[in-house]
């Protein structure tokens, strides 16, 4: 299945922020939209994020209720076996 390639490709980082636009979900999509886009154009496409948030509502058939979460958080993505893994890993 795409999810577990997926899962087995990249490595991933949870940045929780608890206190950082907790009620504002938008506001909380521009702040990872620009990580997201800067993260992109620095390693060449082998970093990008995904979001999640408390007020978060995607849309319909693309697992919206997995979005949520009960605090604002990035997910940080990164490919595996590259020297960027190696790097930022545990």
């Known amino acids: 299945r795409g999810d577990t390639e997926r899962a087995e490709k990249y490595a991933t980082t949870l940045f929780v922020t608890p206190k950082f636009r907790a009620f504002n979900a938008e506001g909380f999509k521009k702040f990872a939209v620009t990580v997201n886009t800067s993260l992109t154009r620095l390693f060449q496409g082998k970093m990008f994020c995904e979001v999640y948030h408390p007020e978060y509502v995607g849309k319909t058939g693309y697992n919206h209720e997995v979005r949520r979460s ?21």
């Open 70 to 90: 009960p605090f604002p958080t990035l997910q940080i993505c990164y490919e595996k076996g590259s020297s960027l893994a190696d790097d930022v890993a545990p």
